[in-house]
């Protein structure tokens, strides 16, 4: 007991010890200088104060914004910039010597917006592919591959001497890797005997579009090409689409049943036979060379497809079809696309307009597997391009001059005559050229008074519209080629596309409703670098104001004649053009600009006649492959 008691108190003492070891002796510091650090205690603390509280006060102004912000009402992207462009005009108002740019009106804003939504609509397009593809999502990422290639010393060729020749020639590229343009014949590899068959035709030298398409093609790219009428379009995807099915030939001999290695569409009969008759004489002089035998087909409305029982029992290597009529043998099984990999489409705009969209989305579904696929016109509106985009594999744009220009080559005459002076004007405009002469009119029945008017005053004269007989038809234009017939009276079918050489002029009975039709027309004259001249006849009683606005601009772009009378014409375009231009500065005024539907440019958008026809009005059809009045 008395151990534990003593082993306790010296653990107390211990302890006691520890504590006295861990105490500070606190040093002694005068009263003055103790109440200077309490002072400085104090003010340290008012200052953490002071600060906290200006952070409190951010904070609250800051949600006090957020919460402003939310209450204020959400602005578009014009909104926004339409409300910089006023901040800017306030701030530059002193330094602009008292010129002020007046802020554009609600009802300006309105159109704005509205054309907005019309090009937000337009652009959810369904991708022009075969329903199957879409279903199994299929997609192509690399463009066919070909056995052709350039010279090697064109291929050493840099990128700068490439740009350098394709401004020589106006010609104008988009795409990846471009194949590089060649400026002849021999340089593309293409056999003499077609060389000596182009040169018995007038054709010495490769165009600019060929030039460039060529190339493009051969590689197995895919090509979007742009070029006015007269430019040697045909040549570009007919050439290559022969070459590959005689190479496919040689590779294994085709047999019934099997074929075509290559398809070309196109939107009217007369254009589909011009173009089968190209392809006939290029396989012809191959075969006088030497080379296997290649059967085209031609499949359009108006003939008996009995006619070409012997082409089905060869095998067929080629076929220039019409949509209607290449759907029929398509669903009758008649022809299948196992083997095609070539697929061209002429009046590429035509084709993909609204009356024949799903014709060339079935069409498609019979291919099976990847393709080379082309497509052409002379005009071709941004949204078309990015329409026919959606079914190519990385492709080449090739433009030779603007989509929708005019030949420069021709001269264009406008005429202000009243309906009744027309037909006795028409015998006056004859006189300006030597024959043959094209004239031009929408109405069958105008064709059918012009015609017997012509024959009245003793003018060699042949006629053509839709309610003629195919035989009729093709017994006109024949006549009209040989130069038995001194004059050609047709509806709009005649300008699809047809090439007639030696006609030095175009005369338009009246303006068509669309300012494409106007260029597809006078694209008949000025073909292969020769002159022509065109001649239209209108008045405001039958013409809408927005195609004379189309005409006006186009003839400006031009630099041709413009009659005081269209320049007389109320033209809003330019104002809302301005009003673009003070909304998005990087683009710079140009009162020519373009519709974005039709590339019309005497109209904006959201009053566009053929968008309005497109929309409200009926489909065409397109049975037999015929367009317009056919």
């Known amino acids: 007991m008395s151990a534990v008691n003593s082993n306790s108190n010296s653990s107390k003492r211990d302890n006691e010890q520890d504590d006295n070891d861990n105490e500070v002796i606190e040093k002694w510091v005068p009263l003055k200088e103790r109440k200077l650090n309490k002072l400085n205690k104090f003010a340290d603390i008012k200052v953490h104060r002071d600060s906290g509280h200006r952070d409190h006060q951010q904070q609250q102004e800051q949600q006090n914004d957020l919460e402003e912000a939310k209450l204020q009402p959400q602005f578009s992207l014009i909104d926004q910039k339409l409300e910089l462009i006023k901040t800017k005009q306030m701030e530059d108002q002193q330094k602009q010597d008292g010129h002020v740019v007046v802020p554009p009106s609600e009802e300006e804003l309105r159109i704005l917006r509205e054309e907005q939504d019309i090009l937000k609509n337009l652009k959810s ?11 199994q999502d299929t997609v192509y990422t690399e463009p066919i591959k070909t056995s052709w290639t350039p010279p090697t010393y064109i291929r050493n060729r840099t990128d700068e001497e490439n740009a350098k020749l394709r401004n020589q020639l106006h010609i104008l590229v988009q795409g990846d890797h471009v194949p590089p343009p ?21 054709i010495k030298k490769p165009t600019p579009i060929q030039i460039q398409g060529l190339p493009v093609i051969l590689s197995g790219r ?57 392809v006939n004489e290029l396989s012809a002089a191959l075969e006088k060379q030497g080379h296997p035998k290649l059967n085209a087909l031609l499949a359009i ?59 060339i989305r079935q069409v498609l579904g019979y291919f099976n597997g990847q393709r080379q696929t082309l497509l052409f016109s002379a005009t071709m509106p941004k ?72 024959l009245l005053k003793h003018v060699e004269a042949v006629s053509i519209h839709g309610d003629k007989t195919q035989e009729e038809r093709e017994q006109a234009i024949r006549l009209f080629k040989e130069g038995k017939k001194d004059v050609l009276v047709a509806t709009d079918v005649a300008s699809k596309g047809l090439d007639f050489p030696a006609i030095q002029h175009v005369i338009n009975f009246d303006m068509p409703k669309e300012i494409e039709n106007y260029i597809h027309r006078i694209g008949r004259t000025g073909r ?66 373009p519709c974005e539907y039709c590339d019309g440019r005497g109209h904006r958008l959201i009053n566009c006649p053929k968008l309005k026809k497109q929309v409200t009005g009926p489909k065409r059809d397109t049975l037999g492959g015929a367009g317009g009045d056919w």
Do not use: W
């Not at 014949?185 to 060389?195: A, D, L, S």
């Not at 603007?402 to 264009?412: L, M």
């Not at 104001?545 to 809003?572: R, T």
């Open 125 to 135: 397009f369904k991708p022009l592919i075969s329903v199957k593809e879409r279903a």
């Open 182 to 202: 060649i400026t002849s014949f021999q340089e593309m590899k293409i056999p003499y005997t077609i060389v000596d068959v182009l040169k018995k035709k007038g």
């Open 222 to 278: 895919d090509m979007i090409g742009i070029a006015f009428t007269g430019s040697g379009k045909t040549l570009v995807f007919t050439l290559p689409m022969v070459l590959f099915s005689l190479e496919e030939e040689k590779k294994l001999p085709i047999i019934q049943g099997e074929g075509p290695f290559g398809l070309l569409v196109c939107p009217s009969r007369e254009l589909a036979r011009q173009t089968y008759e190209l």
């Open 301 to 359: 409305g108006g003939i008996d497809m009995k006619e070409q029982d012997h082409v089905f029992r060869k095998g067929i290597h080629m076929v220039i079809a019409t949509p209607g009529r290449l759907l029929d043998l398509l669903t009758k099984k008649k022809i299948n696309l196992n083997l095609c990999k070539y697929l061209g489409l002429d009046e590429a705009d035509r084709l993909i307009d609204l009356g024949f969209e799903d014709d």
């Open 383 to 454: 949204k078309i391009q990015d329409f026919a985009r959606s079914a190519l594999v990385s492709p080449v744009e090739v433009n030779v001059g603007r989509a929708g220009a005019a030949n420069q080559d021709i001269t264009q005459h406008v005429e202000f005559i009243k309906q009744e002076a027309k037909i006795v004007y028409l015998l006056e405009c004859l006189q300006k050229t030597p024959p043959p002469v094209l004239i031009f009119s929408e109405n069958k029945k105008d064709v059918d008074d012009i015609y017997e008017y012509l």
């Open 528 to 593: 292969r670098g020769k002159k022509g001249v065109a001649t239209t006849f209108v008045n405001t009683s039958n013409n809408t104001e927005s195609v004379l606005l189309d005409l006006k601009y186009l003839l400006i772009e031009s630099k041709q004649v413009v009659p005081q009378a269209l320049l007389e014409i109320p033209d809003d375009n330019q104002l809302l053009q301005k009003l673009q231009d003070r909304i998005d500065s990087a683009t710079p005024y140009d009162e020519t600009k």
